[in-house]
């Protein structure tokens, strides 16, 4: 699907139509990605999937833990301030 056919205008509409009218919104934009992607072909599904399924496996441990997503740096200023403590540097 090429951005400048009138199928992606209409495309575009329905999925934003979709977004604004029902409640569950990240499965619109999921739904429309798929969708997207299906079009392009089965090398740009493969890949739309596997980042789909990559980004939804990390969010686990993100719920989990969120320090690990910061540098340790960032970590240590953190906490020195949280402590009272100014940090170096």
Do not use: K
């Amino acid at each position: 699907m090429s951005y400048d056919t009138l199928y992606f205008a209409l495309f575009l509409a329905a999925t934003w139509a979709a977004f604004m009218v029902l409640p569950w919104r990240g499965y619109v934009l999921l739904v429309a990605s798929i969708a997207f992607y299906a079009v392009a072909g089965v090398r740009a599904s493969l890949l739309a999937a596997a980042i789909i399924l990559v980004n939804y496996a990390f969010q686990f441990p993100i719920m989990r833990d969120r320090r690990w997503l910061c540098p340790r740096r960032q970590r240590e200023q953190r906490c020195a301030r949280h402590n009272g403590v100014h940090a170096l540097g």
